[in-house]
């Protein structure tokens, strides 16, 4: 005797699997499912792989490809808009978007080819503007999803913001702000920080990695030489640097920039300690550089700076948002591409074979995000990283 609990039997194929399943309930607690398991294994059954009855359903076509990863998005979402949006995926909406391109991609082939296989009429075929309006209007239908998977795949994956600017300046106060409380030792001390230090905030539902750096300037000491190799490291790799500057000195911003070589494509100036300076609270602009003045002391001005992040991260307010991952992202830009490949031959050479190969291949690409035309390799990628018993 183990325990008492509930047996619950789904027949195929009305079972998450599509296969016939068992489910033993048991009261829970880590020693009795430990002995629960163990009398199972003891029986012939076997431990399930990663991510296995999710693969299952997909081969049995119980769900496709992009609602298998949704269920790993599900369980892995750490804000309240991830979870939202991996369940609409989940649901079937991302997928129903996705098949609707692809099919309209398909039709088009299939009326392109079969013009193609009567010459006399392919001139009227390529000179009427058909299949050009046709293929203008599956051009934004692709980019209107790619723009709302792009949010999906931020309020998945979120932004890195690296906080980087010369000692004193309070990037260890402002990260503290932002975080909501006190994480990052404060010191008038210069070069209190010494290494890299991470941590994650969640901002309207995008989950936002913030990283304090070590202050930037001719250090004296082996170990603050490390501290600060490692800033330039975080800063290389940033999507977004946010140089912290004393607003009393606002003109140093500059000089650290040229110095040390920040990227200016992907730099925000914070003019820190505008309690002290009485300079501009929130966000004002010249030319090719965006200020953020802040308080980290008071707080003035960091929700403009919250509000900056977001803007930086291309994060805008939508109900609809479903979940969505790089690889998502990636095959929709290659069906795109192939699409306006596709657009650019017909309209300079009127090449319809050249079309047909180009709808193909976009095709191709939106088969691989539902699992149409996905490798056996590319599967066993994306269920390894599930949890075992999902």
């Not at 599900?74 to 649901?91: D, H, M, T």
């Not at 994956?157 to 932002?178: C, F, W, Y």
């Not at 002290?276 to 002391?297: H, M």
């Not at 948002?321 to 031959?345: I, M």
Request: hydrophobic share 45%.
């Amino acid at each position: 005797m183990i325990d008492d609990g509930i047996v619950l039997s789904f027949t195929a194929p009305r079972s998450f699997t599509g296969e016939d399943v068992v489910e033993l309930h048991g009261h829970g607690g880590p020693i009795v499912m430990d002995l629960l398991l163990r009398a199972a294994l003891e029986a012939g059954a076997r431990m399930a792989r990663p991510g296995e009855f999710t693969e299952r359903a997909f081969l049995n076509g119980k769900i496709d490809l992009a609602q298998a990863d949704a269920v790993a998005d599900l369980i892995a979402s750490r804000s309240e808009a991830a979870a939202r949006s991996a369940l609409r995926s989940l649901s079937g909406e991302f997928s129903a978007r996705v098949h609707a391109i692809a099919q309209e991609a398909l039709d088009l082939r299939v009326f392109v080819e079969g013009a193609i296989d009567f010459p006399e009429d392919e001139l009227d075929f390529l000179s009427d503007g058909r299949v050009a309006a046709r293929l203008e209007r599956l051009i934004g239908m692709l980019d209107a999803l790619r723009q709302t998977a792009t949010q999906g795949a931020l309020l998945n994956e979120g932004i890195t913001i690296v906080l980087a600017g010369q000692p004193n300046v309070g990037k260890s106060s402002l990260m503290n702000r932002l975080l909501g409380y006190e994480r990052a030792i404060v010191s008038e001390t210069p070069g209190t920080t010494r290494d890299v230090l991470a941590e994650s905030i969640d901002i309207d539902g995008v989950p936002i990695r913030v990283v304090d750096t070590a202050g930037l300037r001719l250090a004296g000491d082996a170990i603050e030489r490390e501290g600060i190799r490692r800033a330039y490291q975080q800063i290389e790799g940033a999507q977004q640097v946010m140089l912290v500057v004393d607003d009393r000195s606002p003109e140093t911003a500059s000089a650290v920039i040229a110095e040390h070589g920040l990227p200016t494509d992907r730099l925000t100036i914070v003019a820190n300690k505008v309690d002290l300076s009485g300079g501009t609270i929130g966000q004002r602009s010249t030319p090719g550089v965006v200020y953020v003045g802040v308080s980290a002391l008071t707080g003035v001005g960091i929700d403009a700076l919250r509000r900056r992040i977001l803007a930086l991260a291309g994060y805008r307010d939508d109900a609809g948002v479903f979940s969505a991952r790089r690889r998502h992202l990636e095959s929709l830009q290659s069906a795109g591409d192939s699409l306006r490949h596709g657009a650019a031959v017909l309209h300079d050479a009127g090449a319809g074979e050249l079309l047909a190969d180009d709808l193909r291949r976009a095709h191709d690409h939106l088969g691989d995000i539902v699992g149409i035309t996905t490798s056996d390799a590319l599967l066993g990628e994306i269920f390894s990283r599930f949890c075992i018993g999902k």
